[in-house]
């Protein structure tokens, strides 16, 4: 539908000035209202649209003014006062890079253990003030040492795995914690450092997690070494394994096998599209049952890094930050690298930004799943996977 404007010239002319001008009046008006509040209501009457029009001037202000401009600065603490506990709170830090927010930002990282915002509060809490993270290690808070690992970076680690190795948490954040760090490589290898000189059981306890984190990654000589100080597990009790022409006599199931193929031991669809489900680090298996025969499947699974195909070759990539990404790198331009991480997500970054790009001698497939998931499991994936492509795929009911 077309808005028609009047005729007459004159009125013409002052409508088509209006359209034109209020967007931008509309735009100054918080500024000048803000500013123009002397004598703001006490905090814990703002009202919230009142808070959300202040957020919206605020984000559009230079950061400096925090410091330049008294008003700034004043309006800007009250609000901050006034949103402790909401996550509102933490774009207000950002911007501002308030650094007298901790106790703020701790209450938030409990309040948000299970999503982002927790996460981006410790970055910050990391990042403006790095000395009250020290005192956690000591304290009672579970919670934010799980944060902690989560984050991964090297001050975070110096926290948490000398919490951890102290014992002081539950059983249950433990594996928590245990599990986050061995997400990231730095974080495997630095917690092995440590448990060398800690005690027996809780090495075991420890070890036990890792290996099950470290299973589904490419990390195999890191796997290996929490191995030595961990439980028997069925890799070292089951070498018969690797026996191919054993394994091709037995009769698999397949339907059983698309379950083991889409659950998370099985791991697969981390990396593995076939029938629609999964994430494509991989190559897609849709059609793999006309491409390989049972006797390579069992090889491609058992012995990944026999033969990497160069589309799929595995790097590891450290960024001048200290962060570090394992995948695969999906283009490569003089002013950009893009790696898909084992989590699906595609990380660009600049030359200037890398501290290192090292290709992987072995495959980014985890060599172990074969023997992790156990003889029957494997031989009914291997009748599901080699059923894909052909006419049988059609489930069954
Ligand atoms: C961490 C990622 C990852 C996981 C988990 C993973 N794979 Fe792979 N897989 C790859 C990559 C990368 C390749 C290609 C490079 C290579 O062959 O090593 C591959 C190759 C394969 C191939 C050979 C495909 C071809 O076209 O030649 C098969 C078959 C396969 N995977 C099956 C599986 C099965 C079954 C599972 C679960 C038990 C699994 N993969 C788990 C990453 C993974």
Redesign the pocket.
């Known amino acids: 539908m077309m808005i028609s404007l009047p005729k007459r010239p004159l009125l013409r002319r002052w409508c088509l000035l209006t359209t034109r001008l209020l967007p931008l009046v509309v735009c100054a008006l918080p500024f000048g209202a803000l500013m123009a509040t002397d004598s703001p209501a006490p905090p814990t009457q703002l009202s919230d649209s009142t808070i959300q029009l202040r957020l919206e001037t605020f984000a559009r202000l230079d950061a400096s003014l925090y410091q330049r401009s008294p008003k700034v600065k004043r309006l800007v603490d009250e609000t901050a006062a006034v949103l402790a506990n909401d996550s509102r709170l933490l774009v207000l830090i950002k911007h501002f890079g308030l650094n007298d927010q901790s106790e703020a930002l701790l209450a938030l990282a409990r309040s948000h253990a299970e999503d982002s915002d927790g996460d981006e509060a410790i970055r910050l809490l990391l990042k403006l003030n790095p000395e009250a993270v020290q005192g956690l290690a000591g304290a009672d808070s579970s919670t934010l040492l799980r944060l902690l690992a989560r984050n991964g970076s090297g001050a975070a680690l110096d926290v948490v795995i000398p919490a951890l190795l102290s014992g002081k948490t539950d059983d249950q954040n433990q594996a928590r914690i245990v599990e986050a760090i061995c997400r990231k490589k730095t974080g495997a290898q630095r917690l092995l450092q440590g448990l060398d000189e800690s005690k027996d059981p809780l090495k075991k306890k420890i070890s036990e997690v890792a290996i099950r984190v470290l299973e ?1 990654t ?1 990390w195999n000589e890191l796997l290996t070494r929490f191995r030595a100080f961990g439980p028997e597990t069925p890799a070292t009790k089951n070498p018969s394994l690797a026996d191919i022409q054993q394994l091709l006599q037995k009769e698999g199931n397949a339907d059983e096998g698309r379950k083991i ?1 889409q659950s998370a031991t ?3 669809i ?3 599209v076939a029938e629609g489900v999964g994430r494509d ?3 897609n ?1 849709s059609e ?1 049952g006309k ?2 025969g049972k006797d390579a ?1 069992y090889d ?2 058992l012995n ?2 026999a ?3 160069f589309d ?1 070759e ?1 790097w590891n990539l450290t960024l001048n930050s200290g962060d570090e990404h394992t995948g ?1 790198i999906v283009s490569r331009t003089e002013n950009s690298i893009s790696l898909k991480n ?1 989590l699906g997500q595609v990380i660009e970054v600049t030359p200037s930004e890398v501290f290192e790009l090292q290709k992987m001698t072995t ?4 060599s172990g ?1 074969g023997q992790l ?1 156990g003889e029957k499991p494997l031989v009914d ?1 291997v009748a599901y ?1 080699s059923s894909l492509g052909t006419s049988s795929t059609e489930p069954q009911p």
């Not at 495959?363 to 985890?366: F, G, N, Q, R, V």
């Open positions: 589904q490419p193929f099985g791991s697969c981390n990396c593995h680090l991989g190559p298996l793999i491409k390989l499947l491609a699974i990944p890094t033969g990497i195909s799929y595995g695969i084992l495959s980014l497939m985890p799943l998931l994936l996977l």
